[in-house]
T-cell receptor, first 113, second 113 residues
Framework: DAGVTQSPTHLIKTRGQQVTLRCSPK?????VSWYQQALGQGPQFIFQ???????QRGNFPDRFSGHQFPNYSSELNVNALLLGDSALYLC????????????FGEGSWLTVV | QQQVKQSPQSLIVQKGGISIINCAYE??????FPWYQQFPGKGPALLIA?????SEKKEGRFTISFNKSAKQFSLHIMDSQPGDSATYFC????????????FGKGTTLSVSS
């Protein structure tokens, strides 16, 4: 049973560029959430997707956008990258109506230079 | 206020000792309180979770104690082992489907042998 998988694991981008991160949820899960974890901090909620719609959004600017596909996989897009966007981006999956338990992937390390 | 305050920031415990990490929350609508363990370079892994209808939950060497009136909860790691050395995050969320997890800032635990 595959867990939450994310790609790429590491990437380096230049300020002003755009980046796309990808996530496949745990088998059987229909909900995908994205979190940003800065170095030495706890994860911060970006947004959540369910039934291909953004269901909830945290306090992040519109430069952060996402998408969920019919197979429940998801993408996180960040436009006009800033140095402060450097962080570990975590994807988490869960099954709606089964409680609040969420499972995280290993994350994608983004460095903006 | 959607905040979870975690202490201490770091903790050093002798092998075989008890590690105690504390968290406090403000939002009385929170009703799910998980703890996550994160090793360097890895995503957070769910360790144990509790809901406010019980005051304590134990799984192996890990115990959550919950004080609803004080809006506090804590993680106790009994017989701490060097392999427990990691960063621990408490979190909280509401009971609606899709409610985001609000994380504490984390506690770095070092268990010395």
């Amino acid at each position: 049973d595959a867990g939450v998988t994310q790609s790429p694991t590491h990437l380096i981008k230049t300020r002003g560029q755009q980046v796309t991160l990808r996530c496949s949820p745990k088998s059987g899960h229909d909900t995908v959430s994205w979190y940003q974890q800065a170095l030495g901090q706890g994860p911060q909620f970006i947004f959540q997707y369910y039934e291909e719609e953004e269901r909830q959004r945290g306090n992040f600017p519109d430069r952060f956008s996402g998408h969920q596909f019919p197979n429940y996989s998801s993408e996180l897009n960040v436009n006009a990258l800033l140095l402060g966007d450097s962080a570990l981006y975590l994807c988490a999956s869960s099954l709606t109506n089964s409680g609040n338990t969420i499972y995280f992937g290993e994350g994608s390390w983004l460095t903006v230079v | 206020q959607q905040q979870v305050k975690q202490s201490p920031q770091s903790l050093i415990v002798q092998k075989g000792g008890i590690s105690i990490i504390n968290c406090a929350y403000e939002n009385t609508a929170f009703d799910y309180f998980p703890w996550y363990q994160q090793f360097p370079g890895k995503g957070p892994a769910l360790l144990i979770a509790i809901r406010p209808d019980v005051s304590e939950k134990k799984e192996g060497r890990f115990t959550i104690s919950f004080n609803k009136s004080a809006k506090q909860f804590s993680l106790h790691i009994m017989d701490s082992q060097p392999g427990d050395s990691a960063t621990y995050f408490c979190a909280a969320s509401g009971n609606q489907a899709g409610t985001a997890l609000i994380f504490g800032k984390g506690t770095t635990l070092s268990v010395s042998s």
